[in-house]
């Protein structure tokens, strides 16, 4: 549960009239919770519409600091970043093992 408020409160604070350091400040606050499938899956609550919110904050200015912190954020969380079009893909060792999740990812793909 933790991890699934975690997600959900930081999405819902990210819009376009935000400072640099209010971004960098809170992009980095991780996650309350040490990362495994279960907490992958539980942030991914808050964390899917991220592909959405990398795309608009893209569109409306792709050198934006905000940009930049969603970026490195679907990076962190390859899970919930399927479709989110970053240049790297994160870690997913931690939820690829999971039968559920790692068909969740594949569907998502």
Same mark, same amino acid.
């Given at each position: 549960?933790?991890? +699934?408020? $975690?997600?959900?409160? !930081?999405?819902?604070?990210?819009? *376009?009239?935000?400072?640099?350091? $209010?971004?960098?400040?809170?992009?980095? %606050?991780?996650?309350?919770?040490?990362?495994?499938?279960?907490? *992958?899956?539980?942030?991914?609550? #808050?964390?899917?519409?991220?592909?959405? &919110?990398?795309? =608009?904050?893209?569109?409306?200015?792709?050198?934006?600091?905000?940009?930049?912190? =969603?970026?490195? =954020? +679907?990076?962190? $969380?390859?899970?919930?970043? &399927? #479709?989110?079009?970053?240049? %790297?893909? #994160?870690?997913? @060792?931690?939820?690829? %093992?999971?039968? @559920? !999740? *790692? *068909? !969740?990812?594949?569907?998502?793909?």
């Amino acid at each position: 549960m933790p991890a +699934a408020v $975690w997600a959900v409160k !930081l999405m819902s604070q990210v819009h *376009r009239e935000v400072q640099p350091a $209010w971004i960098a400040a809170t992009f980095a %606050e991780p996650c309350p919770t040490p990362v495994s499938a279960t907490v *992958r899956y539980s942030a991914d609550i #808050g964390l899917r519409v991220l592909p959405d &919110v990398l795309t =608009l904050a893209r569109a409306a200015s792709p050198e934006d600091p905000l940009v930049v912190a =969603l970026q490195e =954020l +679907a990076t962190r $969380w390859t899970l919930s970043s &399927v #479709g989110a079009s970053v240049a %790297e893909v #994160g870690e997913v @060792s931690t939820f690829i %093992e999971h039968p @559920s !999740l *790692r *068909r !969740l990812y594949a569907d998502r793909s």
